[in-house]
């Protein structure tokens, strides 16, 4: 396929973005992601400042709670340190976000100069922390296979239902590069001895329980089931409640709901 000129790794990742139902990213911009702020003009995916990027993070998880996908991008360095705590709550509660962060430019990982908004000789430290709060973590420094990159993590991403981080140096952002095709979601393969023996230890627990509770919890929710509770709830004329972190809103309604567990 011939590569399109003026279509650049930054409108890979846009494009792919507001295909998969993100209009919205949230963020701040500065200098080392400013080439991906520059392209989200006309892309068809709005910015939303926030006052700062933490804020900006937990905005993405209440647009991915509600959307099915967040995406927020700030620069290297201190922007990207700010996202942690949003991160971190976001694999705690399964919550599908993309945090996007600018680096310096590819050679600058190799010679470790001093810059601004960087830790001397530690350029690594921004993708080593952030393997511990997501699910994904990689720096796109080759741009080769950065769109490939970009749909594995989104994949991830959507598949896990948790949070995944892409770091792209800032002379990436613009490098040429095809437009995407059409995205091929990986589906959650079910491992299906454990899934029958999980069945069979609820039906088991209904059963026998001699005062059985439904609580539903926030996986449901990510895993679209509300529908499958309440039919259950119904069927079984169980009472159920519902947790703090995964208002069970879809039955509060119900004469079988008994209120918040906490």
Do not use: W
Not at 85 to 104: D, H, K
Request: glycine share 8%; with cysteine.
């Amino acid at each position: 396929m011939a590569i399109e000129k003026q279509f650049c790794v930054a409108d890979y990742l846009l494009k792919r973005l507001k295909s998969l139902g993100v209009d919205h990213l949230f963020g701040i911009p500065g200098d080392f992601i400013l080439p991906f702020f520059q392209k989200m003009d006309g892309s068809g995916v709005a910015h939303v400042a926030a006052c700062n990027e933490l804020n900006a993070g937990y905005a993405a998880d209440g647009y991915a709670r509600l959307k099915g996908l967040g995406a927020v991008a700030a620069t290297y360095g201190p922007g990207a340190f700010s996202f942690v705590n949003a991160a971190a709550g976001a694999l705690a509660e399964r919550v599908p976000v993309v945090f996007i962060s600018g680096g310096p430019e590819t050679v600058s990982y190799k010679t470790q100069p001093i810059l601004h908004h960087l830790l001397p000789n530690k350029y690594d430290a921004s993708v080593k922390i952030f393997e511990q709060v997501t699910v994904h973590a990689k720096v796109l420094d080759d741009p080769a296979t950065a769109p490939a990159d970009i749909d594995k993590a989104l994949a991830i991403c959507l598949r896990e239902k948790k949070p995944v981080y892409l770091e792209i140096p800032r002379d990436v952002q613009l490098t040429p590069c095809a437009p995407p095709q059409p995205f091929v979601a990986e589906p959650a393969v079910s491992e299906q001895q454990a899934l029958a023996a999980a069945v069979a230890e609820v039906a088991e627990r209904i059963k026998n329980g001699a005062r059985t509770v439904i609580l539903p919890g926030h996986e449901v929710h990510r895993s679209h089931l509300q529908d499958k509770i309440v039919e259950l709830v119904k069927r079984k004329g169980l009472p159920s409640g519902s947790m703090f972190i995964g208002k069970a809103d879809f039955i509060g309604h119900m004469p079988e709901c008994i209120g918040l567990y906490q």
